[in-house]
């Protein structure tokens, strides 16, 4: 099996390791199957606890890597990072001023209530942007190989690649818990669920094929994807984690939720 996937193209390879993060993805989205019956507190936590997962990916997973391959490229390492920073959180409020004017049909229609509805669309969407950005990351580092690129390894690509992939277990399971809250059928939660990591294998095929283009980018674009995972968080993930008065388990939830994803950060490197 190693012998083989060695003897693929960068593309190639790229693109087999990200239908395993993908997996991931879809792994921790089918927790939902696990739950029974609604419980407005279980699910209260659940949000608040992707609120968590989502604020500690914004750094560890986007922002750390994003000062560290600006520092690597010879750039000042703050500018990528609040430039794309600040752009993803104005991004999502464009998008946030947009939704409301879409109608309503095209998007969850087994949510029912407007503001649930919207919540979730925030969700889903901020949590799939963020992982186009990491999905470009294996990409580049497994185009490297191929590249004038001499500190580029096999080893340490497939090593990003299982790191990304473990940490997308709970993020799956951030997007489809709180969908089955808001009263969507569990079917169509863990869809949802592992759709958002759907888009890793196409970044990491663009990021492979376009190394020498994106890599550039790369320190603006996981910054980006910062910004609007924590305008989500600051908006809709937390005020609706509470707004049925469980506000010390959402608080607890939410950093414990924090907790995880910092350990499979830090210890994943």
């Known amino acids: 099996?190693?012998?083989?996937?060695?003897?693929?193209?960068p593309v190639l390879q790229a693109l087999v390791?990200?239908?395993?993060?993908?997996?991931?993805?879809?792994?921790?989205?089918?927790?939902?199957?696990?739950?029974?019956?609604?419980?407005?507190?279980?699910?209260d936590s659940m949000l608040a606890f992707a609120g968590g997962v989502m604020i500690a990916a914004s750094f560890w997973?986007?922002?750390?890597?994003?000062?560290?391959?600006?520092?690597?490229?010879?750039?000042?390492?703050?500018?990528?990072?609040?430039?794309?920073?600040l752009l993803g959180g104005l991004f999502?409020?464009?998008?946030?001023?947009?939704?409301?004017?879409?109608?309503?049909?095209?998007?969850?229609?087994?949510?029912?209530?407007?503001?649930a509805k919207r919540r979730t669309a925030m969700l889903v969407f901020s949590i799939t942007l963020h992982n186009i950005p990491e999905g470009l990351a294996i990409g580049v580092a497994f185009g490297a190989l191929s590249s004038e690129f001499t500190t580029a390894s096999l080893s340490g690509a497939i090593a990003l690649a299982i790191g990304i992939g473990i940490q997308n277990i709970p993020e799956g399971t951030a997007?489809?818990?709180p969908l089955r809250r808001d009263g969507m059928s569990k079917w169509k939660s863990f869809y949802y669920g592992q759709f958002s990591g759907m888009v890793e294998p196409m970044a990491a095929v663009v990021g492979a094929l376009a190394v020498v283009i994106i890599q550039p980018l790369l320190p603006y674009a996981l910054s980006f994807a910062a910004g609007a995972m924590?305008?989500?968080?600051?908006?809709?993930?937390?005020?609706?984690s509470q707004e049925k008065g469980h506000v010390q388990l959402a608080t607890m939830s939410l950093m414990v939720g924090f907790a995880v994803m910092m350990i499979l950060d830090v210890a994943l490197g």
């Open 17 to 43: 390791i990200t239908i395993f993060t993908w997996a991931s993805t879809a792994l921790g989205a089918s927790f939902v199957f696990f739950t029974k019956k609604a419980n407005q507190k279980l699910f």
């Open 175 to 177: 997007v489809s818990l």
């Open 61 to 85: 997973s986007l922002l750390a890597p994003a000062i560290s391959m600006a520092e690597e490229q010879g750039f000042p390492p703050v500018v990528p990072a609040v430039t794309g920073f």
């Open 1 to 9: 099996m190693a012998e083989w996937f060695s003897e693929l193209s």
């Open 230 to 240: 924590i305008f989500v968080v600051a908006k809709e993930v937390i005020p609706g």
């Open 92 to 115: 999502l409020m464009l998008v946030d001023r947009v939704m409301p004017h879409i109608d309503e049909r095209l998007y969850f229609k087994d949510i029912k209530d407007k503001k």
